[in-house]
């Protein structure tokens, strides 16, 4: 994200920081609940319901902004709960990606599972590879192509899917793919300059 965007998004985090922190949720409560309206988009992309899928995944991305929001302005953020946000993703991350062998994208150069496979990699990967061990505590590099960026390009495949050509979507599969295995190589490559000998 540019700087400009930072500052945006931080000031309408705190926006719905302090709005949902009035609900008796905890934020780690908040991160489970995230999980539900994913599978339910699942099974709606299973269905064909592609549309509906993609209003459950838009749901699923606000709730993810919530818990973290929640956090923040009540002063509880924590490891454990970094833990479970992350967790969380990875699990809406494979949901949406599942979703994809449903909505008919055509081959690109190679067939669609073939780049599925690349993105799953390649969402797992980004994640874990940005950690490293420093005075046994765990701490976290983030890297250029973050959860935030993933879920804009996938809500476009589907959105592309349901009213344009499905190859621009396959395409856009593609890049997420190809983004996702960068970063994840970006993370390899702080790690080996951050982890002295």
């Not at 699990?91 to 990606?97: D, G, N, R």
């Not at 593609?174 to 000998?197: D, M, V």
């Amino acid at each position: 994200m540019t700087q400009y965007n930072k500052k945006y998004f931080s000031s309408f985090s705190v926006k719905v920081g302090m709005a949902f922190s009035k609900i008796p949720l905890s934020p780690n409560q908040w991160t489970s609940i995230s999980i539900v309206p994913a599978i339910l988009g699942f099974i709606s992309a299973f269905y064909g319901n592609i549309f509906i899928a993609v209003i459950l995944f838009a749901i699923t991305a606000f709730i993810d902004i919530i818990d973290g929001s929640v956090a923040r302005v009540i002063g509880r953020v924590t490891t454990k709960g970094a833990y479970i946000s992350m967790i969380a993703e990875r699990y809406v991350e494979i949901l949406m990606i599942l979703s994809v062998l449903f909505i008919g994208l055509p081959n690109l150069y190679f067939p669609l599972n073939y780049w599925l496979i690349v993105l799953v990699f390649g969402s797992v990967m980004s994640t874990y590879v940005n950690f490293i061990h420093s005075e046994d505590k765990l701490k976290k590099k983030e890297g250029f192509f973050i959860h935030a960026e993933w879920l804009i390009l996938m809500f476009i495949v589907f959105i592309i899917s349901v009213f344009s050509d499905k190859l621009y979507a396959t395409y856009i599969i593609a890049l997420i793919a190809l983004l996702s295995n960068l970063s994840a190589l970006h993370g390899i490559y702080y790690t080996y300059k951050s982890t002295r000998e």
